[in-house]
């Protein structure tokens, strides 16, 4: 067996384990918990498009989010429209107001960057919450929207049980896992790499650092609003200050920041690390002592930028391959 | 050594797993708090906390649920963080990891809607002490019952306070002004103020939205001023009800009077940062510490000792949930889920221990809110002992020998 094998039979291993995992895992608890994990992987994977690969930091996605559960819940509730289709609605609507913002910001740097998109989150939730009508849409200010658990069934997005959301957020998680590699091999995305890293060298080659990274942006955008949707259909609630807050923007940068920026493998493994010492440090201390929990998170996130910078991904993909290595010297050794 | 590890081993361990089954079978009703402990309401999860733990104390140490052989309450809490899908992912854990026979909370009526849906999913009796949202026991769930009197009611009992204020004192009210939080609360209040307004021949002539967290409400109070309204209807947090009523004492704002919606008025902070800018306010609450019911100041007296602070109309819907609860499970003598939902259905609280409330009975109706929840109206005024919050309304509450002061004395 040599590396390509062995990396073949570990990623078969692991969708194996993942698409199995609801006949061993039969709480409704912890597949509630897994199903936010997945959910936050998957976000951060499309953040990790812009934020990752073109290399700025931004911090505003919680707005395309917004975007999707909006738009698909509005043409759900009003016109009954199903939310699959309302998915893609709100993808297009997220996918233009990602370029609407992309164009002025990508020419700022660094922290400038970030505020801009902060800005432009925070403004868009501050709109929400303050109007109850856009024309004919119901959106209901601050009371947000709730879904009534009527017609269950796939058409309509919705189940009694929580293996079909599973299924469906595992799915949106190895499609946009696949998306990201393709992506990284392509033209994209060496230009979206060299435009993050040196912006003026690139331009001086001939590469449409721009253009790049509004394409980024664009795809970025149109899969977090499809999220959007996932979770309106997932709690049946939506309202401004759960989804379109800034702790939402905040969790999936992190994620990235944890995991490893820029990488495919990072918002899987961030989202892995960070979502169980949050849910599990909340169920564990959150009676006896409050607020431990966001303690505990803040303090994994203070060492592992400290001691590694770059992710939790280097060191990990260090030691598999050191692992493999072994491996594959010991059988042919023998 | 072998005889100790084949036989006293096991043995050791199925007595312990059937007396651990025993214990946890016959003696515990086991209640899920979901509430919020951290985050922007965590104060009001606190207090939600302490009045919940005193009354299972209490409950307790007088023999448990004596039909269920002395059954003792056993609370388990869980943080919501104010979060929809934190509380939802409690209700889960609490309901099929924990086994929990009964849930409350959540406060945040954001909260409460999708926590509910799970629990109404389960079939799990759901006792929401308070959220005031309408929309909770309008969403047909049979397994849903709120303690607190719902929004629709707090804004009416307001404006027929103010009707009866008019006709005691004999003073014409005509222009209104709306100025409330930009939330969830405020937008649910104002709606039904407008309709209210409208009915009743008032005009509106100022209807103000503003952020909570705003650290400057000068423009609001510039508008209040040039509106010139008669009477002012507040909706706030902490932080604003104090800005507010400081920024209109500095600008000498000229109103017949003021009414808050309990919250940030009657938080235990207001008064102290107020002072006399405070005085004459009028303000609705569900429960205050000189409510003429036996029990009533003694409860307040222990909480006070025991936490610092006086109990809140809050505080005191979380304490009574727990007696109402009781009550039910003496008369269910089971720990089926249905049969203590079909108990709660068909509570009748009317005195014991616990009933500190302002009216007669807990008693649900079909939607599962408790039809009695009423609210009163008190004065901040000096009588000789400083500035405190006196009842005033309905005028059979009214504290004896108190004369409300309407309309407000130009200052």
């Known amino acids: ?334 | 050594m072998q005889i100790l590890r084949r036989i006293v081993v096991p043995a050791l361990a199925i007595s312990l797993i059937a007396g651990s089954y025993a214990t946890g079978h016959a003696e515990n009703v086991k209640i899920g708090n979901i509430i919020p402990l951290s985050g922007p309401s965590a104060t009001l999860g606190q207090q939600g906390k302490a009045a919940r733990e005193m009354a299972v104390e209490e409950i307790n140490a007088a023999g448990g649920i004596k039909s269920l052989g002395g059954a003792k309450f056993e609370l388990v809490f869980a943080d919501s963080e104010s979060k929809p899908e934190k509380g939802v992912a409690e209700a889960e854990r609490l309901i099929n990891t924990e086994k929990v026979n009964v849930l409350t909370g959540c406060w945040n009526s954001a909260v409460t809607y999708p926590t509910t849906a799970v629990a109404e999913r389960y079939g799990i009796p759901f006792v929401v002490p308070v959220s005031v949202s309408d929309k909770i026991t309008d969403q047909g769930f049979k397994t849903v019952f709120r303690i607190a009197a719902k929004d629709s009611w707090w804004t009416r009992d307001q404006f027929a306070f103010l009707k009866d204020m008019e006709k005691e004192f004999g003073t014409k009210v005509e222009r209104l002004a709306f100025v409330y939080e930009n939330g969830d609360w405020g937008k649910g209040f104002a709606g039904q103020w407008k309709k209210l307004a409208e009915a009743g021949g008032y005009k509106v002539v100022l209807d103000e939205p503003y952020p909570s967290t705003a650290t400057d409400l000068s423009p609001v109070v510039q508008k209040i001023r040039r509106a010139k309204p008669d009477v002012l209807l507040l909706v706030s947090n902490a932080a604003d009800a104090i800005l507010l009523t400081n920024t209109l004492a500095d600008y000498k704002v000229k109103l017949k009077a003021i009414i808050a919606s309990g919250g940030g008025h009657a938080d235990p902070s207001f008064l102290k940062t107020t002072g006399k800018n405070a005085q004459y306010l009028f303000d609705i609450v569900e429960w205050e510490t000189d409510v003429n019911k036996p029990g009533a100041k003694e409860a307040n007296d222990k909480y006070k000792a025991k936490y610092g602070q006086n109990l809140t109309g809050e505080a005191v819907d979380a304490y009574v949930a727990m007696y109402v609860l009781k009550d039910a499970l003496e008369r269910a003598a089971s720990l089926d889920p249905e049969k203590i939902r079909e108990a709660l259905a068909a509570t009748n609280l009317s005195s014991g221990p616990g009933m500190i409330v302002g009216y007669d009975s807990v008693k649900f109706d079909k939607t599962g809110q408790n039809e009695n929840a009423s609210l009163v109206m008190v004065q901040v005024n000096d009588t000789g002992k400083g500035l405190e919050r006196i009842t005033i309304w309905p005028k059979s509450a009214r504290r004896a020998g108190y004369t409300p002061v309407f309309p407000m004395p130009n200052k």
């Open chain 1, 1 to 334: 067996m040599n590396y390509k094998n062995i990396n073949k039979v570990a990623l078969v291993a692991i969708l194996l384990i993942a698409f199995g995992l609801p006949l061993v895992i039969r709480s409704a608890t912890y597949l509630h918990i897994l199903v936010l994990l997945f959910f936050y992987a998957y976000l951060t994977t499309s953040w990790n498009l812009v934020g990752g690969f073109a290399g700025v930091l931004p911090l505003g996605h919680a707005a395309f989010v917004g975007i999707g559960a909006y738009t698909s819940t509005i043409l759900f509730l009003q016109y009954g429209i199903s939310p699959w289709i309302g998915m893609l609605v709100g993808g297009v609507l997220a996918t233009i107001a990602g370029i609407l913002i992309g164009l002025p910001t990508f020419k700022m740097r660094g922290a400038y960057f970030a505020l801009a998109t902060i800005a432009f989150a925070e403004g868009f939730r501050v709109i929400v919450e303050n109007i109850d009508y856009i024309g004919p849409f119901k959106i209901n200010g601050p009371r947000g929207l709730q879904i009534p658990p009527l017609d269950i069934g796939l058409a309509n997005f919705m189940f009694a049980s929580k293996e079909p959301y599973y299924y469906i957020i595992l799915i949106m998680l190895v499609a946009v896992v696949v998306l990201t590699y393709v992506i990284s091999r392509s033209k994209l995305g060496y230009y979206l790499n060299a435009g993050g890293e040196e912006p003026e060298a690139a331009m001086a080659l001939g590469v449409n650092v721009a253009r790049a990274k509004l394409i980024a942006m664009a795809m970025s955008s149109f899969l977090t609003a499809m999220a959007g949707t996932f979770y309106a259909q997932f709690t049946l609630y939506i309202h401004p200050k759960s989804i379109i807050s800034l702790d939402l923007s905040f969790e999936i940068a992190f994620i990235a920041l944890i995991g490893g920026r820029g990488s495919i493998a990072g918002p899987i493994l961030g989202a892995l690390l960070l979502r169980p010492v949050g849910d599990f440090s909340r169920i564990y201390f959150g009676d006896t002592l409050p607020g431990m929990h966001l303690i505990i998170f803040g303090l994994v996130l203070i060492l592992v930028m400290h001691y590694q910078p770059r992710g939790l991904q280097e060191p990990l993909t260090r030691l598999y391959n050191n692992l493999i290595r072994r491996i594959t010297h010991n059988t042919t050794g023998r």
